[in-house]
């Protein structure tokens, strides 16, 4: 019979999906997906991202019917019992081989490893391929042969191997299959552990192929070329809030990058200074990708630079809780972490002040904020929010150096010059005028049901430069 699986993931498409392609190759195909709530929770997954991966399900499901390819569901709420699951389910079903696109944390490698095995031993083949990302991780090394640490190095080395061979393509979209006698599941509108999110959030990140194929359309057509100028004002729509789709895989990294080079005559390193810029995003994403396979201990919530584990970060619970819900008194971050919670989304100008806040001005540690971020944030992905928690902190690869503390203040009068975006978010604010509103006044003054600052900007500044400066060099450190 011949029976293939694709069993998705973060790969929630049917086009440029390199595992349907080449399961639809070998055989009939059926689709799954696994449903792990117990899981998902121990990775801090948000309720809106949960949300948003069944919508993108339901959506697929139509399109998947259009290829007469049926969507079965599994239910393991934990990884450690999926061998035996899946063995059992691609038995029921006589399957004889799984296709995967890969996923690069430790835990879903570990997963996948124990998953081929099980298979395996009962003849059952399982082949992963690099549908996620640009370039195999593993396959743009330094000339040692290692993990390149530092992203322009990466970029380089990535442009070199497109100069040879050409810069990747999508997929053709995939030809219907014969029908097959099995039915598909209906996916659930909501599991169990994970709220249903606002009706505005929903509306703002609407599911399926057809929703990301117009945003990235009407991205590249109206803002890709102002993107160098417009990428840090939040108050504008100057990115393309495409991160969503791209870590649920709606989208892939090829079709954003094909995208963006049809729109700059072919081109990928000159043309266009805002298409160049937009492309050298998706690099980031794809460099934080590789640094995540090369080096499992950023899954393990370690630090990059070990000596910086030994910073003494504050134990601050009162002024961690104040950052997380938008009370510190410095509006700029008090309305990004607003954005957050109502919208599962931040500007990423704005994760940078607000991460550097917490981990600089706060002197608190990145894995909380990390932790809450993955925990309200439709676009959590351990890469990047890992790759950019710890660039903000001074502790990461390729990361800002600990002397480089931004001034929330002046990063708000450059970014958000009118306040126009802090009025968004603190309406509190409003009557202020636009230099006050980066910086309300105190005592007679202050604007009312507004918080004073929770830190000293300055002092706090210089405290953080000694903790970093205390510390012992990474060569003295084991
Ligand atoms: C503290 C912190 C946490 C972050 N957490 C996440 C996260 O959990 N998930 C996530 O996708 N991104 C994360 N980022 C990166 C970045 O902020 C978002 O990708 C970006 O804001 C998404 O908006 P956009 O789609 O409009 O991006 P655009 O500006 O339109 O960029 C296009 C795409 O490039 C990629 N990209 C852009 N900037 C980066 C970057 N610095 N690192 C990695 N990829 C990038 C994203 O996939 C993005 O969708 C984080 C950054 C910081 C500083």
């Known amino acids: 019979m011949n029976r293939q699986l694709v069993w998705l993931r973060s790969d929630l498409r049917c086009a440029d999906n390199p595992a ?3 399961a639809l190759a070998k055989g009939p195909v059926i689709a799954c997906f696994v449903l792990s709530p117990a899981q998902w929770q121990q990775h801090d997954d948000a309720a809106c991202k949960v949300d948003f991966w069944l919508r993108n399900l339901t959506a697929l499901q139509v399109e998947l019917a259009a290829l007469n390819i049926p969507l079965k569901l599994l239910d393991c709420p934990l ?4 061998p035996s699951a899946l063995l059992c389910f691609c038995q029921q079903h006589e399957i004889s081989a799984v296709h995967v696109n890969h996923e690069y944390p430790v835990n879903e490698q570990t997963r996948d490893a124990r998953c081929a095995e099980a298979l395996g031993q009962h003849g059952i083949g399982f082949y992963p391929q690099h549908g996620n990302a640009l370039a195999a991780p593993g396959s743009v090394l330094t000339n040692a042969g290692g993990v390149f640490k530092v992203f322009s190095q990466f970029r380089k080395c990535l442009f070199k191997h497109w100069e040879i061979s050409g810069t990747p393509t999508p997929l053709p979209y995939p030809q219907a299959q014969a029908p097959l006698p099995i039915s598909s599941d209906a996916v659930p509108s909501q599991v169990a552990g994970f709220a249903k999110p606002s009706q505005a959030l929903i509306d703002l990140w609407p599911a399926g192929s057809a929703a990301a194929h117009e945003r990235l359309r ?17 108050a504008l729509p100057g990115t393309s809030q495409l991160s969503a789709y791209l870590v649920a895989g709606v989208l892939s990294l090829r079709q954003c990058l094909y995208s963006a080079q049809m729109a700059n005559q072919g081109h990928y390193a000159d043309g266009s200074a805002g298409a160049v810029h937009w492309i050298s995003e ?9 640094i995540t396979a090369g080096y499992p201990r950023v899954s393990r919530h370690r630090a990059f630079r070990p000596e910086t584990e030994l910073v003494a970060w504050r134990d601050a619970p009162d002024d961690l809780a104040a950052w997380q819900q938008g009370r510190t008194g410095v509006p700029i971050v008090d309305a990004a972490m607003r954005q957050l919670l109502a919208t599962g989304w931040m500007h990423n100008r704005l994760r940078m002040i607000s991460a550097m806040f917490l981990t600089k001005n706060l002197l608190i540690d990145w894995r909380e904020g990390e932790r809450w971020f993955m925990q309200h944030l439709i676009d959590g992905d351990l890469a990047a929010n890992n790759g950019g928690w710890q660039w ?5 690869t390729d990361a800002a150096p600990y002397f480089r503390v931004f001034n929330p203040v002046s990063q708000s009068q450059r970014n958000d010059p009118d306040g126009a975006f802090i009025r968004h978010w603190l309406p509190e604010l409003n009557s202020l005028d636009n230099k006050a509103i980066h910086q309300p006044p105190q ?22 430069i000694a903790a970093f400066q205390a510390l012992p060099k990474a060569s003295e450190v084991a």
Do not use: M, N
């Open 443 to 464: 005592g007679l003054f202050a604007p009312s049901g507004y918080p004073a600052p929770i830190v000293d900007l300055a002092s706090s500044r210089e405290r953080a």
């Open 282 to 290: 998706l690099i980031w994403r794809e460099f934080y990708l590789h």
């Open 20 to 22: 349907l392609h080449t």
């Open 79 to 82: 990884w450690q019992d999926l």
């Open 392 to 396: 903000s902190a001074s502790t990461g």
């Open 218 to 234: 009407q991205f590249t057509e109206q803002h890709l070329h102002a993107y160098k100028d417009q990428r840090d004002l939040p």
